[in-house]
């Protein structure tokens, strides 16, 4: 172990072929090459949350055997892996194993493995997204759901909406999300199903690359539909084509529209799911606006999960050394320095 310093090589040493995804926002496979440029400093891990990089590491000797751990590993301040934190890391898992690391555990292995301070268990959609494209990236079978499921979403079934199981329906948006059947299906249906479908699609198509014509055909029928307001959770489905002007500007318009705890969910979501949007100048002053009008803890909390994306933190330091805000943005940007002055 004194002689290995990164999870490159900690798990390019194990024998074992291994990958790595990223559930730290939208779920996706990261490549062994951003990896190692994080390691040695050359950037910073490029989607931090709470100032932690969330992977799924997983590894095999045959890959429809494989092995995965969810890890929650700390960043420094220039976003790459804290060193101490990941010799500890790697530490207690040799520990445990030893130098096999597909070995099945005993239980005494199993309890030390479980007191790993880095270990996390994601929740249930980021699990079924993590799942649905690790086995679509590898040839793996699908889940059990999804053939209902791919009957449901190309028009080929009338099963009730309440028997489709969450891994089935990521598993057909990642796998069939580029069907025509099933493009068609969720243009003419997904704003009318009942809300907790409308919710668990939504959330499923947050972790899949949305096709630029769907997600034009969706907000203009949202944006037609005048009697009623947009359920927030429309926005999460446009979490990969955040950048668009359509989008940026479908952004823009849903937050100057709503009010109360609405309006606190959609600054969560964006801050969390739609970061990409805020990189136009102008989608990134009106939030701040906006967010400024929210009580003195959330816009603290969202501006100290901004600022540590690489993209976004430059134009976060900005705002605090611009004297150009209206008086409540002003206000909340005085109470954050004087916050931040006091913990240093």
Known sequence: MSQISTLSEFMNASGCRWCAYDLSRQV?????????????????????????????????????????WFASLPLDERGGFQQAAMQHFM???????????TQDPTKEQEALL?????????????????????????????????????????????????????QGIHDVIQRKLENSSVQQTLNLN????????Q??????????????????????????????????????????????KGVEQFVLKTLQQSEGETRTQILIIIAARLWQALAKPEVFQNYFEVLAT?????????????????????????LLNSPQQNEQLQQQIVKLITNMKGRS
């Open 114 to 166: 479980e007191q790993n301070p880095y270990i996390f268990t994601p929740d249930m959609n980021k699990r079924a997204a993590f799942h649905a494209q690790f086995t679509r990236d590898f040839d793996l079978n699908a889940s059990i759901h999804f053939e209902s499921a791919d009957a449901f979403f190309s028009g080929n079934s009338d099963i009730d909406w309440q028997q489709l199981g969450v």
């Open 190 to 197: 997904l704003l009318e199903w009942p809300e907790p479908l």
């Open 294 to 318: 929210d009580s003195e803890e959330v816009f603290q909390s969202l501006f100290k999960e901004l600022v540590t994306l690489p993209s976004l933190r430059m134009n976060c330091l900005q």
């Open 28 to 68: 996706r496979a990261l490549s062994p090459a951003l990896i190692e440029e994080v390691e040695t400093g050359r950037q910073p891990f490029p989607t931090p949350r709470q100032q932690k990089a969330w992977l799924a590491l997983v590894f095999w000797q045959s890959i429809d055997k494989p092995y995965i």
């Open 91 to 101: 530490s207690i898992i040799v520990e445990a194993l030893g130098s096999d690391l």
């Open 199 to 244: 919710q668990a699609v939504c959330q499923a198509i947050e972790h899949a690359q949305l096709p630029s014509s769907l997600a034009d055909n969706l907000i203009g029928k949202a944006q037609s539909n005048e009697s009623s307001r947009v359920n927030p959770v429309l926005l999460q489905a446009m979490a990969s084509v955040a950048n668009r």
